[in-house]
Nanobody
Framework: QVQLVESGGGSVQAGGSLRLSCAAA?????KGWCRQDPGKERELVAA???????RYAASAKGWFTISNDNSKNTLYLAMNSLKPEDSGTYYC??????????????????WGQGIQVTVSS
């Protein structure tokens, strides 16, 4: 069982920055951040494995950084140079066993409650 609680969302103007945090209780082999827009499916934005291998969506690479602080059991997503299209509900996700690609939402079993990010132009 992995429990996930996100924090750090909010509203920011285009070009600004936000850092999302996810307090994670329980063992996991990979974690990720997904974004969901209304009426659309969740898509992976960034993921990190237990070996600290990272992977990013094309739209996030170079702008977002995923990191994991094991001492604090916290996953982060630092988002820079935000654009209005980065708006959406962001979910922290984790899985306790390897179950497919860490960059596919269906590979994740545990999800946070979601947190809103709004980027205004």
């Amino acid at each position: 069982q992995v429990q996930l609680v996100e924090s750090g969302g909010g509203s920011v103007q285009a070009g600004g920055s936000l850092r999302l945090s996810c307090a994670a209780a329980g063992y996991s082999v990979y974690k990720g951040w997904c974004r969901q827009d209304p009426g659309k499916e969740r898509e992976l934005v960034a993921a990190i494995s237990i070996a600290d291998t990272t992977r990013y969506a094309a739209s996030a690479k170079g702008w977002f950084t995923i990191s994991n602080d094991n001492s604090k059991n916290t996953l982060y997503l630092a988002m820079n140079s935000l654009k209005p299209e980065d708006s959406g509900t962001y979910y922290c996700a984790a899985n306790a066993v390897w179950a497919g690609s860490l960059f596919e939402p269906q590979s994740y079993t545990y999800w946070g409650q979601g947190i809103q990010v709004t980027v205004s132009s």
